[in-house]
C-alpha cells in the first residue's frame, strides 16, 4: 500500500488519520485496529454506556461512512504481529504484508489485571477498558449483589458510582493510605471519600489484596488484612500499561512508553506515536498523559509533523471524571505542589487550587466549570492569582484574568 500506515485504531488513531486528511494529505491512509467496531470513545463506557443510558452508536467517534467517504482504508479486527522497520513493512496475523511510507503508533494501554495466582482468571473478575469490558459487566450489575472494587483511583470510584446506581452493595479497596493517592491532594480525596460513603460505599484504605477465592467464579476476597468479602463481582481498577510491545519488538526506543520528541518522533525514522502509549517531554521532565484530550492533540501535532510541518507538541493537559452527579474537571499537572487554596462556592460547586511556592500548577474543580475554565486559562497564560483573591467569592471569578 505505501502511504501512511497507523496502528491503534482508538481515538488517537482516529483523529490522526482525521488530521491527515484535513491538512490535505492525499496518499494512502491504512487504520488497523485489534477490535471489531470502529474507533470510539472510551470514557462514556464506564459511564452513560454501562448504565444503558447511551446506545452503541453514540459512542461511535465518526460514523462509518467517514472513513470511506475519506478514503481511509479501516482494518478492524486486525492484530499485528510484526513490524520490520528496515523494510518498512507490517505483517498480520493472518499473514497479509503492508508496505508503509510512514508508520504512527496510536496503540493505547490495556488495564493492569490481577495474575492467575491472585484469582484473576476466576469468572467475573473483570476490568473496564474496551466495549466488551463493559457488554461482559452491565449483565452484572444487579441491584443487592456484592460489587468488591479494587483500586482507588479514579478509574475504581466511576466503577463504584456505577455499581451503587445500580443498588449494589459495594466496597472499595485501596491498598495506599488514601484513595486518590497519586493524582489528587488530601482535600480532593476527603471530598469524593464523603460523596461515596454518603451513597453507601465502604471505602477500606490502606489494605491490600491478598487474592481471590471462588469455584469458577469469584465468591470471596481475601485482604492483607486478614478479612474476607464475600463478593459476586471484583472490578480490578489499578491503572494501566501503555501498549509498547510491538514498537519495542521493532526497535524503537521506551521510556514508560514509546518515547517521542516534542514532534511525536520516535528513536526510528519513519515511525511515530500519540496518545496514552507515548511518552514525552514536558517542561524539562517525561511524562505520560492519560486523557482523551492529549490522544487528540498530539495526534492530530504528529499528522501536521508527518507532513513536514515540524511544530513542537506542548501539551495543555485537562482531565475529567463524572461519578453520580458530581462532575470533576481538571486542568493542569499538579506534581511538586506544596500548598492547597480551596475555592468554596457553597451548593456544591467547589475548586482545590495546587500551587508550588507562588505558581499556579493545576486545579481541581467540583461541579464548578467557571472555577475549571478560569483556572485552565490562568495555567496557560502562565499567571498565578494571589490566594486571597482566589478565596473570596463574592465577585465574579473571570476578575482573576484581569
Not at 357 to 383: F, H, Q, S
Request: aromatic share 6%; hydrophobic share 40%; glycine share 10%.
Amino acid at each position: 500500500m505505501a502511504g501512511i500506515a497507523i496502528i491503534g485504531a482508538g481515538q488517537a488513531g482516529a483523529a490522526l488519520a482525521a488530521k491527515l486528511r484535513s491538512e490535505g494529505y492525499e496518499g494512502e491512509i491504512a487504520l488497523f485496529g485489534r477490535e471489531r467496531v470502529p474507533p470510539y470513545q472510551r470514557p462514556p463506557l464506564s459511564k452513560a454506556y454501562l448504565l444503558g443510558e447511551s446506545p452503541k452508536e453514540r459512542l461511535l467517534l465518526r460514523p462509518e461512512t467517514f472513513y470511506a467517504d475519506q478514503n481511509i482504508s479501516l482494518h478492524l479486527g486486525q492484530t499485528i504481529t510484526e513490524i520490520d522497520a528496515a523494510a518498512q513493512s507490517i505483517t498480520t496475523a493472518e499473514g497479509a504484508v503492508f508496505t508503509y511510507d510512514q508508520l504512527a503508533f496510536t496503540t493505547g494501554a490495556e488495564p493492569r489485571r490481577l495474575s492467575a495466582e491472585q484469582g484473576g482468571d476466576l469468572g467475573n473478575v473483570l476490568t473496564m477498558r474496551s466495549m466488551d469490558d463493559a457488554d461482559r459487566l452491565a449483565p452484572l450489575l444487579e441491584d443487592g449483589k456484592r460489587a468488591v472494587i479494587i483500586g482507588g483511583g479514579y478509574i475504581g470510584l466511576e466503577a463504584a458510582a456505577v455499581c451503587a446506581k445500580r443498588g449494589m452493595q459495594v466496597t472499595v479497596i485501596e491498598a495506599a493510605p488514601r484513595i486518590l493517592g497519586r493524582v489528587a491532594c488530601e482535600e480532593t480525596a476527603t471530598y469524593f471519600r464523603d460523596l461515596h460513603e454518603g451513597n453507601g460505599v465502604t471505602i477500606r484504605e490502606g489494605v491490600g489484596l491478598d487474592r481471590l477465592r471462588g469455584t469458577d467464579v469469584v465468591q470471596a476476597v481475601h485482604l492483607t488484612s486478614g478479612e474476607t468479602l464475600a463478593a459476586d463481582l471484583v472490578l480490578v481498577g489499578i491503572g494501566i500499561i501503555p501498549e509498547t510491545q510491538l514498537a519495542e519488538a521493532a526497535g524503537v526506543a521506551l521510556d514508560r512508553g514509546i518515547a517521542t520528541n516534542q514532534m511525536g518522533a520516535t528513536s526510528l525514522p519513519h515511525i511515530w506515536a500519540a496518545g496514552d502509549c507515548t511518552s514525552l517531554p514536558y517542561r524539562g521532565e517525561r511524562i505520560r498523559l492519560e486523557s482523551v484530550q492529549n490522544a487528540i492533540d498530539q495526534a492530530e501535532a504528529v499528522a501536521c509533523n508527518m507532513l513536514g510541518a515540524a511544530t513542537p507538541y506542548v501539551p495543555k493537559p485537562w482531565f475529567w471524571s463524572d461519578q453520580y452527579d458530581t462532575k470533576l474537571q481538571i486542568a493542569g499537572l499538579n506534581t511538586g505542589y506544596d500548598r492547597i487554596v480551596i475555592r468554596d462556592n457553597g451548593e456544591g460547586a467547589r475548586s482545590h487550587w495546587y500551587y508550588q511556592g507562588d505558581t499556579l500548577l493545576a486545579v481541581d474543580a467540583m461541579n464548578d466549570p467557571r472555577a475549571y475554565m478560569v483556572a485552565r486559562r490562568l495555567i496557560e497564560a502562565g499567571k498565578s492569582p494571589d490566594a486571597a483573591a482566589i478565596q473570596d467569592t463574592s465577585g465574579d471569578i473571570k476578575s482573576l484574568l484581569r
